[in-house]
């Protein structure tokens, strides 16, 4: 069921034409920076984009410009490694299946982050989320208890996702049309 819903939505999203997927991207940044939790939180962790998904690279820059500290993730075994960057053009190239991730950085803890914007293939109102089938983030986020926002294009947002009792939940998805305020307590 993941599987079929997963292929059917990330195929919808690689159908968006770049000049919209980029549209919808900076519409999506607005909302994400106008949030009260991004401008409380002085570490924020975000993917570095990949593909069709909601572009993140302009994101991390105007983040780093602003005096936020950004932590990225790297593929370390079965695990996402954090490292803190100081430049999005220097610290990070091509990783794991290509996906872009930071070659140098600080170490940095989960704990210490005040805000994880989450990549995923497909979300609910709810905040149930379908990642990609590796399950990197289920792992990284069991362990936390701050803010999470999902970044997804509404064609991503149906109207119910399948869930295990390990998923967690995101706490707000942020689209190009809206910000979803999911309830959820994880």
């Known amino acids: 069921m993941k599987d079929k819903l997963r292929k059917k939505i990330l195929d919808a999203r690689f159908a968006l034409m770049?000049?919209?997927?980029?549209?919808?991207?900076?519409?999506?940044e607005?909302?994400?920076f106008s949030l009260p939790e991004f401008s409380k939180a002085t570490t924020v962790m975000f993917y570095a984009s990949f593909q069709s998904e909601v572009e993140t690279h302009g994101m991390i820059r105007r983040a780093l410009a602003e005096g936020k500290h950004v932590v990225l993730p790297r593929v370390k075994g079965k695990e996402l490694e954090l490292l803190e960057i100081g430049n999005f053009d220097r610290d990070v190239s091509p990783g794991a299946w290509g996906i872009p991730e930071p070659d140098q950085g600080k170490p940095a803890n989960v704990h210490d982050i005040g805000l994880i914007v989450v990549p995923g293939a497909v979300f609910d109102?709810?905040?149930?989320?379908?990642?990609?089938?590796?399950?990197?983030?289920?792992?990284?986020?069991?362990?936390?208890?701050?803010m999470t926002a999902a970044l997804a294009f509404e064609l991503q947002v149906v109207p119910q996702v399948p869930a295990a009792a390990h998923d967690v939940?995101?706490?707000?998805i942020v689209t190009e049309t809206r910000i979803i305020e999911t309830n959820s307590k994880s």
């Open 18 to 28: 770049p000049e919209v997927r980029r549209a919808r991207s900076r519409e999506i």
């Open 30 to 32: 607005q909302r994400l």
């Open 125 to 146: 109102e709810r905040g149930n989320r379908v990642g990609y089938g590796a399950g990197f983030y289920d792992k990284l986020l069991a362990q936390y208890r701050g």
């Open 169 to 172: 939940p995101m706490k707000k």
